[in-house]
């Protein structure tokens, strides 16, 4: 058992803290909640042994919402958007996944969990839906309020995503 | 306009999830945690089913793995634990005032009992023989890191005039317990001594850890071990108060 959940961890480990900051954006929090995470799957380890991944998502996902009603509850994410967007620098691919970037930050954390684990993780709806606790419908919901919310950002006013296929 | 794609998001976060260099993952705190997290679960759930069945323990800890002693035959789970009723002494027979059996090593555990003489005394018992055993007194005094075994069937420790402390008869006193597993990196008596790669600060000798460095400061090898399994028992006795005391 120990051997193989210290190879887990090992392999996982880099991942998980980095989808842990996109969840957070702060590393020092996502070390913490990753290792949270994981000692909680470390308890149940035999159970999800075979398949460890969605245990570990969903731990990672609840325990991240749980600090946030606790700590965050009515704070604004403060990052500063990018200058006016204005002139053609804004074309360049850096500014506009910067102003992208700040405007995924202001998701609720749900949404950006969902869309977190589906287009940093690549799991499929199903999958998203397993480690948000809920339907895939509702991960569908999720997923396409915050595309809208990202369309409608100030900072992405005059720019337009895609459909979500 | 400019149009935001699957792929744009999916940039997003990859270059922004990149970092030079984290912290490793610490899989051995992991596994302390964890352990800690299952024996806090099991006492909880311990708890509850003692509640329901209306067991006689009135105490219910928040922390460690403790069930009150009641003073009845020991039941096969707590064999080689058991806490006679009275126990003989160089002042006479003494009898069982306090205990309880713990089922978790490695933790700091205190326990707080009324004395009804001055010579009262602590025995110790350890389904693991090979366990280490540190007490402090009343005054605050460590007795020898031991193991288990050595501390024999009878009281290890038995107060008189002398040594009690001028409240003992007036208030409640407590004990500080801290025992090990017995594969805990503890040193030899000697290791001091002749210690090759001796690292004062961290108490550490080659490794296991210095005794005189365990005494002053058993939380560090606790932080090291971690808690784990493991069944003892504290029993405190004393003599029947004398009339008019």
Known sequence: MADGFADYVGQRHERLCRTAYLLTRDWQAAEDLVQTALVKAWTAWRRIEADPDPYVYRILVNTHASWWRRRWRGEVPTEALPEGPAGPDFETGVARRSALWAAVGALPPRQRAALVLRYFDDLTPQQVADALGCSVGSVKKQLSRALARLRVDPALHDLKLEVLR | ?245
């Open chain 2, 1 to 245: 306009m400019t149009r935001f794609t699957e792929d744009d998001l999916r940039a997003v976060f990859c270059e922004n999830s990149v970092r030079e260099a984290g912290s490793p993952p610490r899989v051995s705190e992991i596994r302390r945690r964890g352990t800690r997290s299952r024996l806090r679960r099991r006492v909880t759930a311990g708890a509850a089913v003692a509640a329901l069945a209306g067991a006689a323990a009135t105490v219910v800890p928040l922390t460690g793995a403790m069930v009150a002693w009641s003073g009845e035959t020991a039941t096969s789970s707590q064999a080689g634990v058991e806490l006679p009723r009275t126990l003989e002494s160089r002042y006479g027979p003494v009898s069982l005032i306090f205990g309880q059996t713990y089922r978790s090593v490695g933790e700091r555990e205190r326990i707080t009992f009324r004395p009804t003489s001055v010579h009262t005394g602590v025995a110790l018992r350890c389904a693991d023989p090979k366990a280490w055993v540190l007490v402090r007194d009343t005054k605050g005094t460590w007795n020898d890191l031991t193991p288990c075994v050595r501390l024999g069937r009878g009281l290890q420790v038995q107060y008189e005039e002398r040594s009690v402390t001028p409240d003992w008869l007036r208030a409640p006193q407590s004990l500080e317990v801290w025992v090990f597993p017995a594969d805990a990196p503890i040193g030899s008596p000697t290791t001091g001594d002749r210690c090759a790669l001796a690292d004062r600060r961290a108490g550490t000798c080659d490794g296991p850890w210095d005794r005189e460095a365990i005494t002053a400061m058993p939380e560090r090898l606790a932080a090291a071990t971690g808690p784990s399994r493991g069944l003892w028992s504290i029993g405190v006795y004393d003599q029947e108060p004398r009339p008019g005391s």
